[in-house]
């Protein structure tokens, strides 16, 4: 498998088979830093630069650490601090970091954005978050699910909330892809888009993965082996959609009669940052506004045994490093 060269931008770019062998260079490198085991000669005296138009926690040391660990000196642009989009058009900072860099991470607003700049980079770009899609997100998210089930085909994992954004997206992208069945169980406007919904019904139907959206809870989380949820309003969204959301997705938080409904050995996700409790400003505020305590999820579950949310997060850091070992 071959993929030097090649942009990280979404994974319907991606075979089956190359996603798979992004995993497994994941679950390999992972394996090397266990045991102590130095890559830095792998892509030594190379240098990537890191574009944050959001903020980060898992993404940026993602990024940052795999990056130290395979040799290759970041260059971290955070929201505030650099001419794109306000002084400088995407075009033009896709040539000019293209030209000291040898690749280029961006998370951002419109996937058309990350898209113009892979055009026009002539390094590989990488997708840190668009609002549409959270490719490297998805990785981390297989390999984790394979660490724990001990499987990928024909694992069913339903996503409760705001399926229309790039979590719900990518995590149907993945699951067509690989054959397993995704359900988005949710209140109808939160379903993902027909266009999207359509393209991976067609895959799904050469992997032997489904597609399928409901509003129903109990028959949507039946037997499911993963329950995975998202933050219901996302980075760069107004605020005053949060009255909306909390109305339209608390029937759809992940609580304990969900996890009881789903598999017996069902496992809970979550790309995270979570609202699972009154330690953050947000849920603070969030709390005084609307008088909940958790949102998406309970802190009962997220502090469960079913709750692998730490290994997902650190997962990204392996995967983003097999990203970046792959396509440079
Ligand atoms: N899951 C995720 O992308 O986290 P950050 O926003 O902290 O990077
Ligand atoms: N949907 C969330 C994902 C964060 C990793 C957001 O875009 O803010």
């Known amino acids: 498998m071959n993929l030097k060269g090649r942009n990280f931008l979404k994974l319907l770019d991606f075979t089956p088979e190359e996603i798979l062998y992004l995993v497994d ?17 792998m892509h030594q005296g190379k240098n990537v630069a890191l574009i944050f138009e959001k903020t980060s926690t898992r993404t940026r040391c993602s990024f940052e650490v795999a990056a130290h660990d395979l040799g290759i000196g970041t260059t971290y642009l955070d929201p505030s601090g650099s001419q794109i989009g306000k002084k400088e058009s995407i075009a033009d900072t896709a040539r000019v970091l293209g030209s000291m860099y ?15 700049l892979a055009q026009y980079a002539g390094v590989p770009v990488w997708n840190g978050l668009t609002n549409e899609f959270h490719p490297t997100q998805m990785l981390a998210d297989v390999l ?8 990928i085909q024909g694992v069913k994992l339903t996503y409760m909330g705001d399926a229309r954004y790039n979590m719900g997206n990518s995590l149907m992208v993945v699951c067509a892809k690989l054959g397993m069945h995704f359900t988005a169980c949710t209140t109808a406007k939160y379903f993902p888009e027909e266009g999207l919904a359509g393209e991976c019904r067609k895959i799904a139907e050469e992997t032997g993965g489904s597609i399928t959206f409901t509003e129903d809870v109990a028959a949507g989380t039946k037997d499911a082996d993963v329950i ?11 605020e005053e959609v949060w009255a909306e959301r909390i109305k339209d997705l608390s029937p759809y938080q992940v609580n304990r009669q969900v996890m009881e409904n789903a598999g017996k050995d ?12 009154l330690k953050t400003k947000i849920g603070r505020e969030m709390s ?17 045994p079913a709750s692998v949310v730490f290994e997902e997060a650190e997962n990204r850091m392996h995967t983003i490093k097999a990203v970046m070992a792959a396509t440079l």
Do not use: N
């Open 102 to 116: 040898e690749g280029i991470e961006y998370r951002g607003y419109g996937q058309e954005i990350v898209e113009e």
């Open 144 to 151: 984790t699910i394979r660490e724990k089930l001990g499987r």
């Open 266 to 277: 069902a496992i809970f996700m979550h790309c995270l940052p979570a609202f699972h409790d």
């Open 228 to 238: 995975y949820t998202d933050v219901w309003v996302s980075m760069g969204e107004p």
């Open 288 to 304: 005084q506004r609307f008088g909940i305590s958790e949102m998406e999820v309970t802190d009962e579950v997220f502090e469960s």
């Open 25 to 41: 260079l994941a679950a390999d490198l992972k394996d090397k830093k266990k045991k102590g085991i130095l890559t830095t000669d």
